[in-house]
C-alpha cells in the first residue's frame, strides 16, 4: 500500500488533533504517530507578531521533495506537513509535521528529518515584527539549522 501524503502550505490555522486522528486512521498497521508543532513564540515579549511569507508553487514543490525523500527512508505509512504564511501572533502553530509508521523509530525520525529539512530548504521568509511598533528586517537563517540538516547526509 502506498503511503498517504499530505503536504500544503495555507493561511488558515491547522488543527492539530484532527491531523493526528486522521494519520492514526489510515491503517490497521499504524502502530506510531510522531508530531511536531512549531509556534510563534514572543522572543521574551519583545515581538508582536511573525510575518511569514514563501514562494507560492516553489515551496510547495520543495517540501514535496522533502516529502519523497522521507518515504524512501523510513517505511512510512504516511505523513502530513503543513506549513502557514501570513500574519503569525505568539502561540500561533506555524508548522506542523506528523508522521505515522508500524513502529516509533522511523515516526520520530521521519518527523525530526522533515523539520530539519522544512527549517533548510524550503523557500519561507520571516520578518519580526516588533512589539514596540517597529518592523524587524527578514530573518537570517542559523547555522545551527543547516548543521541539523546535514546530519541527515551521513545518516541517510
Not at 491547522?14 to 510563534?40: H, M, N, P
Not at 521533495?65 to 503569525?88: E, K, N, Y
Not at 508548522?95 to 518527523?111: D, M
Not at 524587524?136 to 539549522?145: H, I, L, N, P, R
Request: net charge negative.
Amino acid at each position: 500500500m502506498q503511503p498517504r501524503l499530505i503536504f500544503r502550505v495555507q493561511a488558515e490555522p491547522f488543527d492539530l488533533a484532527q491531523e493526528v486522528k486522521a494519520l492514526a486512521a489510515i491503517g490497521d498497521d499504524v502502530g506510531a504517530v510522531a508530531s511536531f508543532t512549531g509556534y510563534c513564540r514572543s522572543e521574551g515579549g519583545r515581538l508582536a507578531a511573525l510575518e511569514l511569507e514563501h514562494y507560492p508553487g516553489m515551496a510547495e514543490e520543495e517540501i514535496g521533495r522533502v516529502v519523497q525523500d522521507a518515504v524512501t527512508r523510513w517505511p512510512l505509512s504516511g505523513l502530513t506537513v503543513i506549513h502557514r504564511f501570513g500574519m503569525m501572533r505568539p502561540g500561533d502553530g506555524i508548522v506542523l509535521v506528523v508522521t505515522a509508521s508500524s513502529h516509533r523509530t522511523a515516526a520520530f525520525e521521519a518527523a525530526e528529518f522533515l523539520m530539519d529539512y522544512l527549517k533548510t530548504r524550503a523557500p519561507f521568509w520571516k520578518k519580526e515584527h516588533r512589539a514596540d511598533g517597529s518592523i524587524g528586517e527578514w530573518v537570517e537563517a542559523k547555522d545551527f539549522d543547516d548543521k541539523a540538516a546535514e546530519r541527515w547526509q551521513t545518516l541517510g
